[in-house]
């Protein structure tokens, strides 16, 4: 069984910066591609980026692409999402995601097998 905790979430005015953490307990967390999802208030949890445990290959949301940068360390067994230029519109629960199934990137949240309990990002305008 395979824990994720998530941290690193507050409270920025717009343009500011946030670093999110993500620290698996599992042992092959190397083995894992990891993802971030974002969930607002009233709407659907949506993609937001994701690195494969392949190559280490990212992929974004159109939303945030040049602005977030996801990033893996393996041997803390932890994934990062670093915000920058932050907009009222991130405002959301961040949710880190993992499957060991796939060991490419994938947008797809039926893909991934484990999820922690999320971190609130709020953006002041």
């Known amino acids: 069984q395979v824990q994720l905790v998530e941290s690193g979430g507050g409270l920025v005015q717009a343009g500011g910066s946030l670093r999110l953490s993500c620290t698996s307990s599992?042992?092959?967390?190397?083995?894992?591609?990891m993802g971030w999802f974002r969930q607002a208030p009233g709407k659907q949890r949506e993609f937001v980026a994701t690195i494969s445990w392949i190559g280490g290959i990212t992929y974004y949301a159109d939303s945030v692409k040049g602005r977030f940068t996801i990033s893996r360390d393996n041997a803390k067994n932890t994934v990062y999402l670093q915000m920058n230029s932050l907009k009222p519109e991130d405002t959301a629960v961040y949710y880190c995601a993992a499957t060991s199934s796939l060991g490419i990137g994938t947008a797809s949240e039926n893909s991934y097998d484990y999820w922690g309990q999320g971190t609130q990002v709020t953006v002041s305008s």
């Open positions: 599992g042992r092959t967390f190397n083995q894992y591609t």
